[in-house]
DNA sequence: CACTAATTTTAATCCGGATTAAAATTTTCG
DNA sequence: CGAAAATTTTAATCCGGATTAAAATTAGTG
């Protein structure tokens, strides 16, 4: 079977979803250009060789971390909407789901420093989604803008900085839980507080 | 002249400066193993050799976008406290100047997405000049809390939220002046809006 | 057990971009 | 102008890590 292959196996995409976690540690901790998928390989306890088994290349992997990011961040901003509320409660309770998706058991949530060295579609989608998600966010702002529970603001802006907050965590995260409850108790707080009316 | 020579002129300097700026704009832009030599040269019209003349490699290239972004938070952080007022009042003024720094005249600040690729010695010196940094910034807010001018918080964790607010700029602006105006204006204001007592 | 598919390894190859050396050009300044 | 220093280029070399191919091992299945 190809790693391009659409019928996976139970533990094939297992195996493939640990890389993915593996990749991501590495990129955020050591850089894209200082793991080699040698680094990368010795978590699995596998040689370098083996990843091209799960993956097409170095491009390719780097873009399905990018695309797992992009995942959770839309499924925690959906999750968030769908539980509804004013604008100000969605928000809040994004960056609830999001920063403990960063701190907890989702694992390493890879920082998208890499977007221009990938392959022009797979920049193009990843570029896409990443803009989408920033103009979801904003959304949410506005409606609580509208509904009133936020304070009127510059909603890019704001965003902006929300989002740099949330996006640099896994640079200071490095997977110890009580610094994890430290973060999911206080992004939220300290991130909300600044837009009450 | 070698370009480990201290005697380096004016003209050498200047160049020199140039050339970081175009080093960190490409960094930030294109990632680091994104950016060759050559595509960092092509930005002062030179020759990829060329650059060997004022820097020892690409290592060192980055170490000295590094040297410069942390001199620059240093310096705005010191400037803050220097001018004086409560804790709030230099929390504020800091990020008023820092944010100025990454949208206006400095030119582009390099995000620090590559420490674990330094050499060794310098690796050290960069982290631990950058979580000087961070303990200079936090006892900034420490300050504040005592004197009464902000609100007791988790100190450490809304310094990571507000250092990712800020360094993460790099990532959305591009030069525009508008957009400058925009986050110099927005940003202190919405940061330090969720300090207030 | 024997056979096939799945998984991993070993052992090359390959290549882009960093680096170097020497030559050429430009600048400085008497 | 002309010599010495400064700057840049041209033309290799060099190298680490990505990638590939084939062989070996392991797991599943009748």
Known sequence: MTSANSGATRAFDDKRERLLRA???CFNEKGYSGTSLKDVAIQLGLTDAAIYYYIAGKQELVYQCYMRAADIGQRT?????????SG???ARRYLELHVAAHCGNEGPIAIM????SLAPEHREEILTRSRTHSRNFE???HHGIDDGSIVDCDVRMTGNAIMGAVNWIP????GDPAVAEDAVRTFPDYLMRGLKP
């Not at 999750?79 to 509804?84: F, H, L, N, Y």
């Not at 420093?113 to 221009?116: A, N």
């Not at 640079?171 to 490095?174: L, Q, V």
């Open 171 to 174: 640079k200071w995260f490095h």
């Open 139 to 141: 959304a949410v702002l």
């Open 23 to 25: 990749a991501a540690r």
């Open 113 to 116: 420093s890499e977007i221009p």
């Open 88 to 90: 100000f409660h969605v």
């Open 77 to 85: 901003l959906d999750q968030a909407i769908a539980e509804g509320g």
